[in-house]
């Protein structure tokens, strides 16, 4: 095997032979047997001696001389790394031996499609002239990758089944889960498999990853939320064996982003990348669209801190919320069914606002979150239902971002005044109390806590129903009473 050529790339290393997957070549030469070559029918290793200045046997390609087939094996054997896999050799890998020109057999457009030195091997199949021809091996590489690609997959907070826009969001300190994994590629675009097998201090690249609020331009750069960003991230993470034996690095698992001391956003949308923190050998780099709508390619996110770019992992809407229910006074009809809506809000630059988008929130009705404050003892105490009128102990979600209970009072002695006040809870982290009593039976939704008053009501958002007057030192009083005023009336 004589001439073996290719494409190097972008590697500037001494050893660097060209991409995995990349055409190259080599030369089948049939030369003449000198004294002190072996005798026996074993393989030579054609890299210890210039067999490619040899002269040719004219006769092996001569019309009229015996048939034969020659070419190279279909499989590859690897050098290194050690403990490497073995690799197909793919394209034209036989000829007749009346193809040689100029005494050379020429395959043109060999590959090899993984990294690492391999040896090739030549044959002549079966015998000729009643004899094995020796098998010719020779070591061709080192194959590198072209470049790193990325695949990922981020589940929102709220699916795109439960937004009303129908993409999906997440809040603030909601958790989801997040997957991404970093291939060694071919120039295919195929994943290698030798890659993670490599020990050298510099064999291997090192990745890390951030989270920008970008602008509009591309490349995408914005300013740094990273230390925001928790749960699963790169950190270590080191190179292995995946699915199929590629070599990858993989994160994977339960993400959040936290919520800052003061409310901000929304962010429309967060951009999650990963790039290349310390280069290998090759400087083998992500493969980033030159424009924001080329396919094939990663979407580049500038790193927030210097002047690297790398390949964008995900992207996605995230808002603060919270949960606010509603209040009323009612000084007139004690007798009509009232709303008491529940709302999730976000922040949405400038104040709290209905998040409309919203149909995956939960509600939950227990009596145990209705903390009576003042009331008739002759009468009984207003109910809050369901919108179907029921009062079951349980959860709803919410519609565009409410839900809306009845309220109905429920006057057992009409000829008393109707005096009622009590405060409506809802429960959003464990460990929440109304009353000194442990609330359980609703669903934990934490990322919609605020802190409305102090720290101790965070677990919990109320609003305040109120039938009648407020008039300060006895803080109620209500329609029917007597005497209420200096007329007597």
């Not at 002269?55 to 490497?84: C, M």
């Not at 072209?146 to 009303?164: C, L, P, T």
């Not at 690095?249 to 982003?257: A, E, F, L, Q, Y």
Request: charged fraction near 25%; glycine fraction near 10%.
């Amino acid at each position: 095997m004589c001439d073996a050529n290719a494409n190097k790339g972008h590697s500037t290393e001494n050893d660097a032979f060209t991409y995995a997957g990349s055409p190259f070549s080599v030369n089948l030469k049939p030369v003449i047997w000198l004294d002190g070559d072996r005798e026996d029918e074993s393989r030579i290793d054609l890299s210890l001696k210039d067999y490619c200045t040899r002269e040719s046997t004219p006769s092996f390609w001569h019309d009229n001389a015996p048939e034969a087939t020659l070419g190279l094996r279909s499989k590859a054997k690897i050098v290194s790394p050690s403990q490497g896999s073995n690799a197909s050799v793919s394209g034209t890998i036989s000829k007749q031996h009346t193809e040689a020109v100029n005494g050379l057999y020429a395959f043109p457009s060999l590959k090899i499609e993984d990294v690492g030195v391999y040896r090739l091997r030549s044959k002549v199949t079966g015998k000729y002239l009643d004899m094995k021809v020796n098998r010719g091996e020779l070591p061709v590489g080192r194959f590198y990758p072209s470049h790193f690609g990325i695949a990922s997959e981020f589940k929102r907070g709220v699916e795109a089944a439960n937004d009303e826009d129908g993409n999906g969001f997440t809040y603030l300190e909601q958790p989801f889960v997040g997957e991404y994994t970093i291939h060694a590629m071919d120039i295919n675009d195929k994943p290698v498999k030798n890659y993670h097998l490599y020990t050298g201090t510099n064999d291997k690249a090192q990745f890390e990853d951030w989270v920008i609020d970008p602008g509009t331009q591309y490349p995408y750069e914005g300013s740094d939320l990273s230390a925001r960003w928790q749960g699963a991230r790169l950190g270590n993470t080191q190179w292995v064996a995946g699915t199929g034996g590629v070599s990858e690095v993989k994160v994977s698992g339960n993400m959040v982003m936290r919520k800052a001391d003061n409310e901000d956003g929304p962010f429309e949308p967060l951009r999650f990348a990963a790039g290349v923190a310390v280069a290998d050998r090759d400087n083998t780099q992500f493969e980033l669209c030159a424009n924001q709508g080329d396919f094939g390619c990663s979407k580049s996110v500038k790193h927030p801190t210097d002047d690297r770019f790398g390949a964008q992992v995900a992207e996605g809407p995230f808002f603060f919320g919270r949960i606010r229910v509603g209040s009323f006074t009612e000084t007139q009809d004690f007798s009509g069914e009232q709303n008491l809506p529940v709302i999730v809000e976000y922040w949405n630059g400038r104040r709290f606002a209905t998040n409309s988008r919203d149909n995956a929130s939960f509600v939950h009705l227990a009596g145990s979150l209705k903390q009576q404050l003042v009331n008739n003892s002759q009468n009984l105490e207003t109910q809050i239902q369901w919108q179907d009128g029921s009062t079951t102990e349980g959860t709803e979600s919410v519609a565009n971002g409410v839900y809306t209970f009845k309220v109905v009072p429920q006057q057992g002695n009409e000829t008393l005044p109707f005096r009622e006040q009590f405060r409506f809870w809802q429960c959003l982290a464990s460990g929440c109390e109304v009353d000194e009593t442990t609330v359980t039976g609703f669903v934990e939704q934490p990322w919609l806590q605020y802190g409305w008053e102090s720290a101790t009501e965070l677990k919990k958002t109320s609003g305040l129903v109120t039938y009648g007057h407020y008039r300060g030192s006895d803080r109620l009083i209500y329609k029917g009473e007597k005497n209420i005023t200096l007329t007597g009336e």
